[in-house]
């Protein structure tokens, strides 16, 4: 087996991310770009898109990291708002953009009609969710949105396979595919429900960092497996085992959290990069399978099917968005006011990734009697021209979308409420501090709730920075130099290697969490 594709895959896919990082050009659409144009360049090996390797190996840690990084209280406050887009939405849009693809795609017959439904149903909603950061969208819209990336996979496979029961001539009726879909749903959450409490009774009785971290790793794809094993939702188990963890990590020791978070952090970098210069990477394979479908013709059909899923999405999201609310007093209580610019984001951001592809590419090439599968390598080309075609339009229009509607990024209550419980807390007589030390605490608060506003505000006219930026630059040198001070210690033999170790770690550990601190901030 050669291995220098995959190597080469992974380094390149990694330096062009590293390389986004630097430009104005989210990561994603940069990968992508780049995948398409080196598909052409001599000497750049064929890579095909295999839905028993993206399914299994690469959704379930996209997917844990996601959601281990996502809030269980904030899903569960907007929990009908996330069902409606990752159920509902999706089992719309599968029907919606089906019957639109049918009546206007000409030779292509309503069963492959429904399947490329099904396909192009999910949005990958943590490519949105990543961009939106980066400008200051909202915390709500974005829960919501992270919400809905996290379930709909699940909804759309589970549709796909109703889709192609049907196309193939299985004889799946509405009520067996019903009754599918809801196996699915649940069996996939009773797995997680039955998991999670033992695998976060391991995570915090096991002593070695090392053994924490390979079981941290091993999670997602027991989660995934174990679910499909009995034919229910890998996606949701996953999902359900990962929202527990991440809202128990607290009770994990902090070694342990700061070296998985390292740990992961470095997987989804590679996993992520490597995904989106695969979608890239498709282009010649799609093209040379349209077979009798001119280019011209295909083009055309891309263009119907691209503006019906953008189309479909916003004829579900504005009446998904008021509707419930001008049905339910209960709703409009409990809820706050949401006026047209959240579903207009919400709405926009509805990019398709890699889950799509991989389904696409998981068609069968027959039918049950032998017959090849109607306008196969159609609904292929569609899915890839949707996908490059929602990365491109909308992943680089949101932000200056995000920036022209100048949505609210500030929480002033929320900053409040910080105030507050600190004052409250060092009222108590058992939370007594010098008074240095409080002023320390308040004075952390402070900094921390006004970096966005530091970060946006004057910079100093000789280097350009802001007054948040110098800090932490200071910060930065001052371990800096504490490091030199304490290897020079060692140089003179006044310290050993092993007290070197000691004080270099804790010195890691403070930068690590400055460094973390930093990278988290707006």
Not at 125 to 142: E, F, Q
Not at 359 to 374: E, K, L, N, V, Y
Not at 455 to 477: F, I, Q
Request: net charge neutral.
């Amino acid at each position: 087996m050669d291995v220098l594709p995959l190597v080469g895959l992974v380094a390149a896919s990694a330096a062009v991310a590293g390389a986004a990082r630097r430009t104005p050009v989210p990561a994603p659409l940069l990968l992508v770009t780049v995948g398409l144009i080196a598909s052409y360049l001599p000497g750049v090996p064929t890579y095909t898109l295999d839905a028993h390797i993206v399914l299994p190996l690469l959704l379930p840690p996209l997917l844990y990291t996601a959601a281990v990084d996502s809030s269980y209280l904030d899903l569960r406050a907007n929990l009908r708002s996330v069902a409606l887009l990752s159920i509902g939405y999706v089992l719309f849009a599968t029907v919606a953009v089906g019957w639109l693809a049918y009546r206007l795609v000409p030779d292509l017959p309503l069963t492959a009609a429904l399947v490329l439904g099904a396909v192009v149903a999910p949005p990958d909603a943590v490519t949105a969710a990543a961009i939106a950061r980066r400008v200051g969208l909202p915390g709500r819209v974005t829960t919501v949105l992270q919400g809905e990336s996290l379930v709909n996979d699940a909804t759309a496979i589970t549709a796909y396979k109703v889709a192609i029961a049907a196309a193939v001539g299985e004889g799946m009726s509405w009520g067996a595919g019903i009754g599918e879909f809801f196996l699915a749903a649940v069996g996939g959450v009773v797995v997680g429900l039955a998991l999670m409490v033992p695998l976060h009774w391991l995570r915090t009785h096991l002593r070695e960092a090392l053994l924490q971290n390979t079981l941290s790793l091993l999670i997602p794809f027991v989660a995934y497996a174990a679910a499909e094993r009995v034919h229910a939702s890998g996606v949701l188990a996953v999902v359900v085992v990962a929202l527990y963890l991440g809202h128990r990590s607290w009770q994990v020791d902090f070694a342990t959290r700061l070296q998985e978070g390292a740990v992961w952090k470095m997987v989804a970098f590679i996993l992520e990069s490597a995904v989106f210069a695969l979608i890239g990477l498709q282009l010649p394979f799609v093209l040379k399978g349209l077979g009798s479908y001119a280019v011209g013709d295909a083009a055309r059909y891309a263009v119907i099917v691209f503006l019906a899923v953008v189309v479909v999405r916003f004829v579900w999201v504005y009446p998904a968005t008021y509707l419930p609310r001008w049905l339910s007093r209960r709703i409009r209580e409990r809820e706050p006011d949401t006026d047209w610019t959240a579903p207009l984001i919400v709405g926009w951001a509805g990019m398709r990734g890699v889950v799509s592809l991989a389904i696409a590419f998981s068609i069968p090439f027959t039918m049950s009697d032998g017959s090849p599968f109607p306008a196969r390598n159609l609904v292929l080309f569609l899915t890839f021209t949707t996908v490059i075609g929602t990365l491109v339009v909308q992943g680089l229009s949101l932000p200056l979308l995000v920036r022209v509607l100048k949505l609210p990024g500030r929480d002033a209550k929320a900053e409040t409420l910080a105030e507050a419980r600190l004052e409250e807390l060092l009222a108590d007589r058992r939370n007594q501090l010098p008074g240095p030390l409080a002023d320390r605490l308040r004075t952390v608060l402070e900094r921390r709730r006004n970096a966005v506003w530091e970060r946006l505000g004057a910079a100093n006219p000789v280097t350009g920075e802001s007054a948040d930026d110098t800090y932490r630059r200071l910060a930065r040198e001052m371990i800096d130099a504490e490091r030199e001070v304490f290897v020079t210690l060692r140089d003179e033999r006044r310290i050993d290697d092993e007290m070197l170790r000691t004080l270099l770690r804790r010195l890691d550990l403070e930068e690590a969490a400055a460094y973390r601190e930093e990278s988290d901030a707006p």
